[in-house]
């Protein structure tokens, strides 16, 4: 059946929003992206070769040191970063907020690589990275957090965003198949014969709404099984908490949020695309950031306050370390952070007038502030405060550790700017669709 | 089969095989520590198939060729 999407007439060398264009700047990005993962790679074939001496980690208690450190922390970052991408996508399904539509695509996206740095960031964490993962699948215990966090997080939650930005980009693929291109193969597999008919319309919403559906929940609690590993650990000062679990999940949500400002800002430069990415919908991100703001706060400072209130020995020492201590500048400096973004962002909405400039600065801050939390989270538990009778311990990252996650950074840029170049960034207006090319 | 049975079917299949594998990989009511491994091995990777299985289900219903009796059926 010959409809508007595969148009006979449709003839054009110029791909829209610039993909397949290799423009110069793009290539030097790549070049510098493709530099820093190739360092990274070398430290981890140092690390895998010479074994994880070479990192900062040491066993905790008897060798005074932190067995999870900035890769675990990492861990937790990434898969926080995932959250925000698919609930946003997901929302926009469900609740048909047509104003958010432009940047659900790249926050499909984000998801999907961050949930994949998550898992490198927890391959890279093991001695023994094969035996890892097949000992995971074959011995994993349902009772424990961390088999929901495997299972649910990088199987069950990685496959359904797959699934969802497969499904969600067929419509833009058959448009793209249209071009005649280098990238023609690959936009044909992707559309697998959509031919944007009513029928298949009909079909395309009532699938998304039932995925959109099944995979909130599933985020909720992929997200606070994470918080559970800590959180249920009892012989543990400071992880043991009822709040860890939902504190995971707001904090990802802000860290996420933040990445997807950042995201944004950067598509609507890089595509020249102010008049589909406006200013409204930084404004409904940086409102819903503001929320999950003050949210975040409220539980820092309900955590806060019950760690001082008559505290046992070893959680002062605990909150003396974080409080005033060897991580007091981390912990003032990410809570500064997150007050004066939050600051900023009820700023705007008194004023009625957002910035980009300062929304992007504030999407930055936050995450910054959420790999100082994280970090605070992991590490401090295991170097002071322990209820065995050991000294206090330390852990600073060696420079294989942070290689290792600087070349994950750059992986995860790579892989988006590689998609971008493969595939429009924002989903193809109705009109790009029945218009001929 | 119709599209709409053959998706049923896989979403269904799919909590089987998450029921299935959960349960084997939980032994509960083993008396015994040396009893808590999964009963067989790969059990846990018998849960993340059927979320794969369950998942995948969309994939079909929307790839799936329309033949005549699906028109029928409400599509």
Redesign the interface.
């Known amino acids: 059946m010959t409809t508007e999407v595969d148009h006979p007439s449709a003839r054009s060398d110029r791909l829209p929003q610039g993909v397949g264009d290799l423009t110069t700047p793009w290539k030097a990005f790549v070049l510098g992206a493709l530099v820093v993962l190739g360092f990274g790679v070398f430290a981890y074939i140092w690390e895998l070769s010479q074994g994880m001496v070479v990192t900062g980690m040491r066993n905790v208690g008897s060798m005074g040191g932190a067995s999870w450190g900035l890769y675990i922390t990492m861990v937790v970052y990434f898969i926080g970063v995932s959250f925000a991408g698919m609930t946003v996508a997901a929302l926009i399904r469900l609740f048909n907020l047509n104003d958010l539509k432009p940047i659900a695509r790249f926050a499909e996206v984000l998801t999907v690589v961050a949930l994949l740095l998550g898992a490198l960031a927890i391959i890279v964490d093991l001695g023994q990275p094969l035996r890892g993962i097949i000992n ?8 424990s957090p961390f ?1 929901g966090t495997f ?2 997080v990088i ?2 939650y990685l ?2 965003s797959l ?1 969802f930005l ?2 969600s980009g ?1 419509r833009d693929a058959a448009v793209m198949a249209r071009y005649p291109s280098r990238l023609q193969w690959f936009h044909r597999l992707w559309a ?2 959509y031919s944007h008919t009513p ?2 319309q ?3 919403r009532r ?1 998304t709404f ?2 959109a559906l ?1 995979i909130i929940p599933l985020l909720i609690i992929a997200h606070s099984t994470l918080g559970f590993v800590f959180g249920l650990q009892v012989g543990r000062p400071g992880w043991y908490g009822t709040l860890q679990a939902p504190a995971f999940v707001v904090l990802a949500g802000v860290s996420g949020l933040g990445n997807i400002i950042v995201l944004a800002a950067i598509v609507r430069w890089a595509v020249g695309a102010g008049d589909r990415i406006e200013m409204k919908v930084f404004s409904w991100l940086g409102r819903f950031l503001m929320i999950l703001l003050f949210v975040y706060l409220y539980f820092m400072t309900v955590e806060l306050l019950t760690l001082l209130y008559a505290t046992p020995e070893v959680e002062k020492q605990l909150s003396d370390a974080l409080l005033g201590g060897r991580y007091a500048w981390l912990y003032w400096g990410s809570v500064a952070l997150l007050v004066i973004s939050a600051v900023l962002l009820v700023w705007q909405v008194l004023q009625g007038r957002w910035r980009m400039s300062w929304l992007v600065a504030i999407g930055i801050a936050v995450n910054l502030a959420a790999i100082g939390k994280r970090y605070l989270i992991v590490v401090p538990s295991q170097t002071h405060g322990t209820l065995l009778p050991y000294e206090t311990g330390s852990y600073s990252p060696s420079w294989v550790e942070y290689s290792v996650v600087l070349g994950l950074f750059a992986l995860g840029a790579l892989l988006v700017g590689l998609f971008f170049k493969a595939f429009p960034a924002l989903p193809l207006s109705e009109e790009e669709v029945m218009s001929d090319v | 089969m119709s599209r709409k049975a053959i998706t049923l079917l896989m979403i269904l299949g799919g909590l089987a095989f998450m029921i299935i594998g ?1 349960f084997s ?2 032994p509960w009511g083993a008396e015994s520590v040396r009893n ?3 009963r067989f ?2 059990a ?2 018998l ?2 198939l059927g ?2 299985i369950a ?2 289900s ?2 079909v ?3 799936l ?2 033949r005549e009796e699906d ?1 029928g059926a409400g ?1």
């Open positions: 995971l699948f074959r011995y994993a215990r349902p009772q088999f299972s649910l199987a069950g496959f359904a699934v497969y499904l067929r697998a014969g029928e298949e009909a079909r395309h699938t039932w995925l099944a | 959960y990989s939980a808590s491994n999964p091995d790969f846990p990777a849960f993340v979320v794969i998942f995948s969309a994939v219903y929307e790839l060729p329309t028109d599509e």
